[in-house]
């Protein structure tokens, strides 16, 4: 009982709140979406920079929240349509395809992140005028390299 009124008092301390994180950790689920978000972007930009697929894959799976995989997706696809080089194109078609064929992203957080961005692509189109094209085609290389069914392919917009 006294380890327990002890373990609360620290941790309703603002300040000390932080250090007991980093000392006791809050891996997983306990992460802020927020924070969560940031890591991906991160995690993603410096994939573009060293092409290391298997140090992106590693990263991904020390977050500990496979339930949050749609949110690599979403964002990836969301890089290949503001993109305006065929290298970040086919960089992050491998990203995901070796994501998919070592199973770290799931069928169902694939889909959820395709299902994420098909919703978004009007307001995306906004900013980036030629994304309904480069989604298509993008869509359609995935289909072709396995990573999504032909269902979660036809549904994707078009112009």
């Given at each position: 009982?006294?380890?327990?009124?002890?373990?609360t008092?620290?941790l309703?301390?603002t300040?000390?709140?932080?250090?007991i994180?980093?000392?006791?950790?809050?891996g997983?689920?306990?992460?802020?979406?927020?924070?969560?978000v940031?890591?991906?972007?991160?995690?993603?930009?410096?994939?573009?920079l060293?092409?290391?697929?298997?140090?992106?894959?590693?990263?991904?799976?020390?977050?500990?929240?496979?339930?949050?995989?749609?949110?690599?997706?979403?964002?990836?696809?969301?890089?290949?349509?503001?993109?305006?080089?065929?290298?970040?194109?086919?960089?992050?078609?491998d990203?995901?395809?070796?994501?998919?064929?070592?199973?770290?992203?799931?069928?169902?957080?694939m889909?959820?992140?395709?299902?994420?961005?098909y919703?978004?692509?009007?307001?995306?189109?906004?900013?980036?005028?030629?994304?309904?094209?480069?989604?298509?085609r993008?869509?359609?290389?995935?289909?072709?390299?396995?990573?999504?069914?032909?269902?979660?392919?036809?549904?994707?917009?078009?112009r």
């Amino acid at each position: 009982r006294a380890a327990l009124d002890r373990a609360t008092v620290l941790l309703s301390m603002t300040k000390g709140g932080k250090r007991i994180d980093n000392v006791w950790g809050s891996g997983g689920g306990q992460q802020s979406v927020k924070h969560l978000v940031k890591e991906i972007d991160m995690l993603l930009k410096e994939y573009l920079l060293s092409g290391d697929v298997l140090e992106a894959e590693r990263c991904l799976q020390e977050l500990e929240v496979p339930h949050f995989h749609h949110e690599l997706v979403y964002e990836a696809i969301v890089i290949v349509l503001e993109s305006t080089g065929e290298k970040t194109f086919k960089m992050i078609l491998d990203l995901l395809k070796s994501l998919w064929r070592s199973s770290v992203i799931t069928v169902d957080q694939m889909k959820r992140g395709y299902e994420r961005v098909y919703c978004e692509i009007p307001d995306i189109n906004l900013d980036v005028p030629h994304s309904y094209s480069v989604l298509e085609r993008f869509v359609e290389e995935c289909f072709q390299a396995g990573i999504i069914s032909k269902p979660l392919r036809d549904l994707c917009p078009s112009r």
